[in-house]
């Protein structure tokens, strides 16, 4: 199942676990996002362009940031005016959950959540100070140099 959605000026169609970037978004209660102007459901009756009124798309937020850097730059020939500015659209990535419509629900399986990363802590100095002593290679003995050598007498004309 997929639906066809409007947010931010831009249509996308969407199914159960898709992730989309759209135009910034408010953060909802608790991180989901709901989208309200739905002009297609798949399997549905509804004819495509009419806004579906029993349907409804949600989705979770899974980023926030900004886009790439887009130069913008203005020019006149021959009147000297040149402008340079740079603009860095926001963009919000959404994950969409769940797609109902006529007391049909189609869910997106559950991502498992990522467990925090345990620090292992070193018994005293001395496992430590081992273990450090067993990553570092051994270092090359370089041998003394003799004396300078001495430069070549110079030729006489």
Do not use: C, W
């Not at 953060?27 to 798949?42: H, M, P, Q």
């Amino acid at each position: 199942m997929y639906a066809v959605i409007r947010t931010g000026g831009k249509q996308y169609r969407v199914a159960p676990g898709d992730v989309i970037r759209v135009e910034n978004q408010a953060n909802g209660t608790d991180g989901r996002v709901e989208f309200g102007d739905i002009l297609a459901v798949s399997g549905g009756d509804g004819e495509i362009g009419k806004p579906q009124p029993d349907a409804h798309v949600v989705g979770e937020i899974v980023e926030q940031g900004r886009g790439k850097k887009i130069l913008v730059f203005h020019y006149k020939r021959k009147k000297q005016y040149k402008k340079l500015r740079g603009h860095r659209q926001g963009y919000t990535a959404v994950r969409i959950t769940e797609i109902a419509f006529n007391g049909q629900k189609f869910t997106a399986p559950d991502l498992p959540k990522k467990q925090p990363k345990v620090k292992k802590v070193a018994a005293e100095g001395g496992a430590h100070a081992e273990a450090k002593a067993a990553k570092a290679p051994a270092k090359k003995k370089v041998a003394k140099k003799s004396a300078a050598k001495k430069a070549p007498p110079k030729k006489k004309k």
